[in-house]
């Protein structure tokens, strides 16, 4: 069944997450956020959640014609929560709406 078309929604997609963990007997893991994808933009303004806590929630959104989202679904045989641990992040992103001034010629040329 193809959820991710008009007339559905966002919410439509959790849920339907939920059964098929359900059905496997793993949980969804709370924090994932599938996006919607934009031109030069990988986190649009429309979002599935993969579970819904008392933390966080998502706003009910219909889809339209020619959404494009990344979709995440990460799943745990335990209880579906994250652990905290001291290892840094090392991915970054480009704020759209700043200018850079790079020194490397190739850096600019990869930015253009």
């Known amino acids: 069944m193809r959820l991710i078309k008009p007339g559905h929604t966002n919410n ?4 339907l997450i939920a059964k098929v963990c359900e059905a496997y007997s793993v ?14 933009l990988i986190d649009g303004n429309k979002v599935i959640i993969n579970k819904e806590s008392f933390d966080q929630k998502v706003e009910d959104q219909e889809f339209s014609i020619h959404d494009v989202f990344s979709f995440e679904v990460v799943v745990s045989s335990g209880e579906g929560k994250l652990k905290e641990l001291g290892v840094r992040c090392t991915i970054f992103k480009r704020a759209m709406d ?3 001034n790079l020194k490397v010629k190739q850096s600019r040329q990869f930015y253009n």
């Open 12 to 15: 439509d997609v959790t849920a």
């Open 27 to 40: 949980t969804p893991v709370e924090g994932v956020l599938s996006h919607e994808l934009k031109k030069h």
């Open 98 to 100: 700043q200018v850079y």
